[in-house]
């Protein structure tokens, strides 16, 4: 895709100062722009990179003043950083705006959905699913049976949606994920072996989920498994049969959360956290990353360790833990003197 610079500046109701036919079909950081390229100035320390940057078009302050030649044909706007922001958001719905049914592609019985989807080769799409308005649904993905999609969803390549499954409204599934897979239910037996419980229930993700590559969200024994309004997840998280994660809470990569643990709204919740079953998560909880958490937090906390304990708490202790080997030694020494 080319865009020229008049057409820039009148998506963000900018100036051009140079050739407003100037063309660029790439994006780049202003020290390391090339011919063809887009790129900005906001922070001042990069000032020095706009007279000897390639990029044809550099979007910059409308207080911006050269004082040297400037190559780049300069588009004028009253936030340099905040044009280049909503730049990249327009270019990104350019470059998502895709319809129609690709082949080959299966499409089961009974299946509804609505304007302007896009579904990729290679997908399959169980009997009586439903889909919204402008889903995007890329190659290689699997939706099974009695599954709803929302309007305004995209479901990047293969991406595995488990029968009975509920996507609501603006969501984004990133490649590899997996909604509704079975939650890890077995019950010991007397010889030793395990049989599996069947896991009856579904996944629930309200409006505007975002969950990153590789997730697996296991549908609930019995119930559901809910992901609340806002939630952001991040790639490789595994949360186990019916969790709870409340509204806008977000959880970085590498966490695992176990069977029927309710988490709060608003909460943050760092990389490779453990977290058991059975525990209710307060509102505006705060968990550092690679903590254990072992028992239920109440609104607010603040903690970090293995098991997690209150962040102030750790950071103190964690003076000591460095120092252990010198207190030990002086406990010794003491002891001997006493003696």
């Known amino acids: 895709m080319k865009f020229t610079a008049e057409q820039i500046a009148g998506i963000l109701e900018g100036e051009v100062i140079g050739n407003p036919n100037a063309e660029v079909h790439k994006l780049s950081k202003i020290e390391e722009g090339t011919v063809g390229s887009l790129t900005f ?49 327009y270019y990104n719905q350019v470059k998502l705006m895709k319809s129609g049914i690709e082949q080959p592609s299966v499409i089961s019985e009974n299946v509804t959905y609505g304007t302007d989807l896009y579904l990729g080769s290679f997908c399959y799409v169980g009997s009586n699913v439903k889909i919204g308005n402008n889903v995007k649904i890329y190659p290689n993905t699997f939706i099974g049976d009695n599954v709803t999609i929302g309007d305004n969803c995209i479901l990047f390549a293969g991406v595995r949606i488990y029968s009975e499954s509920e996507i609501g409204n603006n969501c984004v599934i990133h490649s590899g994920t997996i909604i509704g897979s079975d939650g890890f239910g077995f ?78 709204k608003n909460c943050m919740i760092g990389g490779q956290v453990g977290i058991v079953g059975h525990i209710t998560i307060g509102n505006g909880v705060r968990i550092q990353a690679q903590s254990g958490v072992g028992k239920s937090i109440a609104d607010g906390e603040v903690i970090q360790g293995t098991p997690a304990f209150n962040y102030g708490d750790f950071s103190k202790s964690y003076v000591h ?7 030990v030694s002086d406990l010794d020494n003491l002891k001997k003197k006493t003696e």
């Open 321 to 327: 833990f460095r120092n252990l080997p010198k207190i």
């Open 187 to 264: 019950a010991p037996q007397e010889d030793g072996t395990y049989s599996k419980i069947p896991q009856i229930g579904n996944v629930i993700l309200e409006d505007d989920v975002e969950v990153g590559s590789c997730t697996t969200i296991d549908r609930a024994t019995m119930g559901s498994t809910i992901i609340r309004k806002g939630v952001k997840l991040d790639n490789q998280i595994q949360i186990a049969h019916n969790v709870e994660i409340g509204e806008n809470t977000v959880i970085a990569s590498q966490t695992g959360i176990a069977g029927s643990t309710k988490i709060g």
């Open 41 to 89: 100035l906001s922070n001042p320390k990069y000032q020095n990179y706009i007279y000897t940057t390639q990029a044809t078009i550099t979007i910059v302050n409308k207080s911006f003043e050269a004082d040297q030649p400037v190559l780049s044909t300069l588009i004028k706007v009253d936030d340099a950083y905040q044009s280049f922001s909503k730049l990249l958001e």
